[in-house]
């Protein structure tokens, strides 16, 4: 029998903590494969997050660094000035990477550090029990913003993608999607054209992939995904927002 | 390389790096210890190593984090506000294991302070300043050859324990310029860096960084090793200076600056024909305990210097026997408070037995 989809080598063959529906596992995935494709997983070093993101080094069987709360651009910087000859991501989600890291993440995009950033927007602090994120929609209820998050009080919604496209040091820019057959080959096409451009040395990288987080959203995955396509991605429009090689 | 060059104690720390292999230095302007990033940002590049000039305090401390996890020598150096910035990453270092130098130039405080000589930072320095309950390697130089010896020490030591290490000095010992023989790097055994990210390779077992411990008794378990690793320092690495102790009536003891104005109020006494001598801890931590005790068995009387209210005196009272008494001059940290060593030696006076 011909063998025509299996795991790829550098994911883990354990059971994921990710709840029912949620959409870390895919993306997790996308990431394993762009390594695979590009031939650079004994080279690779993944810098974990907080919060869901944490247990990178439980999925992907790669070194990984855990970095403190919204630190990871700076903890992938070291590791990359480090070792110049590898190749080294952070896998974030939106608390992290939007809210109490904004600093770091702005500053590594704007110095042009030649990593690869996997930023992972759900809309909420998923770990920590669904709380109002930076990415957290207008009206949206979370267990922070009970009434709706409300833009005179709380701000708009960061859109990263488009916000990080507008620094010199930043080589490509592109928000994705797996909500659909359709949007995880093109989402692969983008992770591997990420990873490809640090491979290549053109700077640094970025990827926002929109996901659900049905257990803080309370819906069920169909219910979560719909909601993903009908009300995020309008908000957080699909495409690349920088790509160098256009230039 | 037996000349010698006449230096700044801040430059003093940064040819030391340079020449203990330092690849990374990653810091942030501050007074009063600006000459550290001012020097590497030319001298490091040109050794072939990476000079950034961070957004914060916080940015630089996590990227000497993610550099010693990749294997390699790095370092930052602040003062005061910016070290209380970097205490996130020291505990998420000590939570990981990871060696890495970090240089604190004490200026005053609380909050913006002043730039004027303090040692009230003892306490933040030596009782690991951030969460969890750890400690860190503080090197106290009181000379600017100390702070370039103290300055390789720090990084010896910090890869021998895998924690970080402090070299704590304040803008007396950092601004001052004196004469020093730039020594060579020491031939120190070192352990292989195994735990070390690099990509991992075929057949090879995954290398995880890490300080979140969720498994039963995991954590429990790693703080006793902890635990057991600072006895081994103390035992092992604990330094110190003593100056006229055989026969002491009263022992000053005092560390960095105030070490080197006691040293000349010391020098006063014995002329005045009193017996007093001086005990310097160069280890903060770990603290020379066993030397204050052995040293209280006879002389009684003790005289602590700070500046500050008393942070150190806590260590001295802790390690001198039962019935020793340990007085105080504290000048705490402020522009004018910095004592002569006339001051010093008029409390010497005062309670002199």
Not at chain 1, 12 to 32: E, M, N, S, W, Y
Not at chain 2, 75 to 88: A, H
Not at chain 2, 287 to 302: D, E, I, M, N, T
Not at chain 2, 329 to 344: C, D, F, Q, V
């Amino acid at each position: 029998m011909k063998q025509v989809f299996s795991r790829p080598l550098n994911l883990k063959d354990v059971q994921t903590h990710f709840c029912p529906g949620c959409q870390h596992g895919a993306i997790h995935r996308l990431v394993a494969e762009a390594l695979h494709d590009l031939g650079i997983r004994d080279r690779t070093i993944g810098i974990a997050s907080v919060g869901c993101s944490v247990f990178l080094y439980s999925y992907f069987d790669i070194d990984v660094v855990e970095s403190p709360h919204g630190r990871a651009p700076a903890v992938a910087t070291g590791a990359k000035r480090a070792r110049p000859d590898r190749i080294v991501f952070t896998y974030q989600g939106d608390g992290d990477l939007a809210a109490i890291g904004t600093s770091e993440i702005i500053h590594a995009a704007n110095r042009g550090e030649d990593i690869t950033v996997i930023f992972v927007n759900n809309t909420t602090y998923g770990m920590t029990g669904g709380q109002m994120a930076p990415t957290t929609m207008p009206g949206q209820k979370t267990s922070t913003s009970p009434a709706g998050r409300d833009i005179k009080n709380d701000g708009a919604p960061f859109k990263m993608a488009e916000l990080l496209s507008n620094l010199g040091g930043v080589a490509y820019s592109a928000r994705v999607a797996v909500n659909s057959p359709k949007n995880v080959l093109q989402a692969k096409k983008m992770i591997n054209t990420a990873f490809r451009y640090q491979v290549e040395g053109r700077g640094f990288s970025f990827i926002e992939a929109l996901s659900i987080c049905p257990t803080n959203w309370g819906m069920k995955p169909l219910q979560a995904n719909q909601r993903l396509t009908e009300e995020m991605i309008p908000y957080f429009p699909l495409g690349v927002y920088k790509n160098t090689a256009n230039l | 390389m037996s000349e010698k060059l006449f230096v700044k104690g801040n430059e003093a720390v940064a040819m030391a790096a340079l020449e203990a292999g330092v690849r990374c230095y990653f810091g942030y302007p501050i007074t009063p210890q600006s000459d550290i990033p001012e020097y590497l940002s030319h001298a490091l590049p040109k050794a072939g190593g990476t000079f950034i000039q961070v957004e914060s305090e916080i940015g630089a401390i996590n990227m000497v984090l993610g550099a010693s996890a990749a294997g390699v020598r790095a370092m930052t150096s602040s003062s005061g506000p910016g070290i209380s910035l970097k205490q996130e990453g020291i505990s998420y270092m000590a939570g990981s294991e990871l060696p890495g130098v970090i240089v604190d130039i004490m200026r005053q405080g609380p909050g913006l302070g002043g730039i004027d000589a303090s040692q009230a930072d003892y306490w933040q320095a030596t009782r690991g300043g951030g969460h969890g309950g750890y400690r860190i390697i503080v090197l106290a130089p009181a000379s600017v050859q100390e702070m370039y010896d103290l300055t390789m020490l720090a990084f010896d030591l910090s890869d021998i324990y895998r924690m970080p290490a402090m070299v704590l000095a304040d803008s007396v010992i950092g601004q001052m310029k004196e004469s020093i023989v730039a020594n060579p790097r020491p031939m120190v055994e070192l352990p292989a860096k195994e735990w070390a990210v690099r990509g991992r390779q075929e057949g090879q077992a995954q290398n995880v960084v890490k300080s979140l411990k969720l498994g039963d008794g995991e954590m429990e378990a790693f703080h006793w090793s902890m635990h057991a690793r600072y006895k081994e320092l103390a035992e092992k690495e604990s330094r110190w200076e003593e100056l006229y102790t055989e026969d002491a009536e009263l022992i000053v003891t005092a560390f960095g600056s105030t070490a080197r104005i006691s040293r000349t109020a010391v020098a006063m006494a014995r002329e005045a024909g009193l017996k007093v001598g001086l005990l310097r801890p160069i280890t903060l931590f770990p603290f020379p305990a066993h030397v204050y005790l052995a040293l209280s068995q006879r002389c009684k009387l003790f005289l602590d210097i700070e500046l500050s209210t008393g942070q150190m005196i806590d260590d001295v009272r802790l390690s001198v026997a039962r019935d020793a008494d340990v007085a105080f001059y504290g000048r705490p940290p402020g522009a004018g408070s910095l004592p002569t060593p006339e001051e010093i030696f008029q409390q010497i006076r005062k309670v002199y037995p």
